[in-house]
């Protein structure tokens, strides 16, 4: 599925086996309280994580059920606009601009 999280999330091949590895430890950090890995991603970018990986499964399911390319099409999209633009968005809004002024 690694094609799928690179398409829906708009990764890049050089960037992926990152990405990958990063949810790897962060799930043992989670799953087995493996402390190496505590902090790998702010709950924030586990928060939409977890929205991209439920697209790749939902599109994986698509695909075996052999949806039309315009459905697959759409779901990439909506992919994309949540895990990529939603998540910029929110990075904007949660941010604090006046945090940064230097008096």
Same mark, same amino acid.
């Given at each position: 599925? !690694?094609?799928?999280?690179?398409?829906?999330?708009?990764?890049? !091949?050089? /960037?992926?086996? @990152?990405?990958? +590895?990063?949810?790897?430890?962060?799930?043992?950090?989670?799953?087995? %309280?493996? &402390?190496?890995?505590? @902090?790998?991603?702010?709950?924030? /970018?586990?928060?939409?994580? !977890?929205?991209?990986?439920?697209?790749?499964?939902?599109?994986?399911?698509?695909? %075996?059920?052999?949806?039309? @390319?315009?459905?697959?099409?759409?779901?990439? %999209? +909506?992919? +994309?606009?949540?895990?990529?633009?939603?998540?910029?968005?929110?990075?904007? &809004? %949660?941010?604090?601009?006046?945090?940064? /002024? +230097? /008096?």
């Amino acid at each position: 599925f !690694s094609n799928d999280f690179m398409v829906i999330g708009k990764i890049e !091949s050089k /960037e992926f086996n @990152d990405f990958a +590895q990063k949810i790897v430890r962060s799930r043992d950090y989670h799953i087995h %309280s493996n &402390l190496r890995n505590k @902090d790998i991603f702010s709950e924030f /970018e586990l928060l939409y994580i !977890s929205f991209l990986i439920d697209f790749v499964v939902g599109y994986g399911l698509l695909v %075996s059920l052999g949806v039309s @390319d315009i459905v697959k099409k759409k779901i990439i %999209s +909506q992919g +994309q606009s949540v895990y990529v633009n939603m998540k910029n968005t929110n990075l904007i &809004l %949660s941010s604090n601009p006046l945090a940064n /002024e +230097q /008096e």
